[in-house]
């Protein structure tokens, strides 16, 4: 089973699945991008920036918007 941290960083986690630049993904990123935006109208792509964690993309669709 999968364990994840609320500090573990995105960016590392796909490394993890994909060492080489040269080796085809299955879009992850892509698709938690996509599937964020429809759940929570989140934008992944407004905070990006590799040192970004799993805990501040959760900060960020647990805050309530004005």
Do not use: N, Q
């Not at 599937?35 to 669709?61: H, M, N, P, Q």
Request: glycine share 2%; proline share 5%; with cysteine.
């Amino acid at each position: 089973m999968l364990k994840f941290s609320p500090h573990d960083k995105i960016w590392e986690i796909y490394r993890e699945l994909y060492p080489s630049r040269w080796i085809a993904d299955a879009l992850e990123l892509e698709t938690l991008t996509e599937d964020l935006l429809k759940k929570y109208d989140f934008s992944l792509a407004a905070i990006w920036s590799e040192r970004l964690t799993l805990g501040e993309v959760f900060a960020c669709i647990s805050t309530p918007r004005a």
